[in-house]
T-cell receptor, first 112, second 115 residues
């Protein structure tokens, strides 16, 4: 099945700096890569996703890049703000697309 | 429109008791998933339903865990003879299409505490 590794497990940045989280996956047929943000005590919510036909996608301060050859994708947060503090999960589906495998999560702390 | 809802929001039970957790997915979503999240940990896949297909139960940790989905909508996760290690937040999610091509929307979760 799909194996998703996420690094780092914790990330502390100064407000205004950038944060980068990287995930690797094992199934070369995976074609959809979402990122979820989970604030303390709340449910995970999708913040951005990318499909295999593009290499990069941006949404304001958030961007995701995909390298299918190397089988890794990354989340980039620029100009970080305290409200970006949360746990971020990447995910990738099995080839048949019948369920997502989630990475272990990255706890991001933005220090004011 | 209404999102995914779960009930109860909190459940405290005694070791050895059975519990039932309910999930109401977004109307029209054909796929439904159950996950377990222990404190400070990641999302552990439990079970997945897609339309009328046989559910994918590959994530259920033991035969004390079972789930059903009636009429392609509401789902119930049942844990029999609960153990303290079952204490966690149980999250339900639904999607319009298969996870390989669709966003999963999560419910608020049920926090289960086994004393």
């Amino acid at each position: 099945g799909e194996n998703v590794e996420q690094h780092p497990s914790t990330l502390s940045v100064q407000e205004g700096d950038s944060a980068v989280i990287k995930c690797t996956y094992s199934d070369s047929a995976s074609n959809y890569f979402p990122w979820y943000k989970q604030e303390l005590g709340k449910r995970p919510q999708l913040i951005i996703d990318i499909r295999s036909n593009v290499g990069e996608k941006k949404d304001q301060r958030i961007a995701v890049t995909l390298n299918k050859t190397a089988k890794h994708f990354s989340l980039h947060i620029t100009e970080t703000q305290p409200e970006d503090s949360a746990v971020y999960f990447c995910a990738a589906p099995k080839a048949a697309g019948n369920k997502l495998t989630f990475g272990g999560g990255t706890r991001v702390l933005v220090k004011p | 429109g209404a999102g995914v809802s779960q009930s109860p929001s909190n459940k405290v039970t005694e070791k050895g008791k059975d519990v039932e957790l309910r999930c109401d997915p977004i109307s029209g979503h054909t796929a439904l998933y159950w996950y377990r999240q222990s404190l400070g940990q990641g999302l552990e896949f439990l079970i997945y339903f897609q339309g009328n297909s046989a559910p994918d139960k590959s994530g259920l940790p033991s035969d004390r865990f079972s789930a059903e989905r009636t009429g392609g909508s509401v789902s119930t996760l049942t844990i029999q003879r609960t153990q303290q290690e079952d204490s966690a937040v149980y999250l339900c999610a639904s999607s319009l299409v298969l996870a390989g091509d669709g966003t999963q929307y999560f419910g608020p979760g049920t926090r289960l505490t086994v004393l």
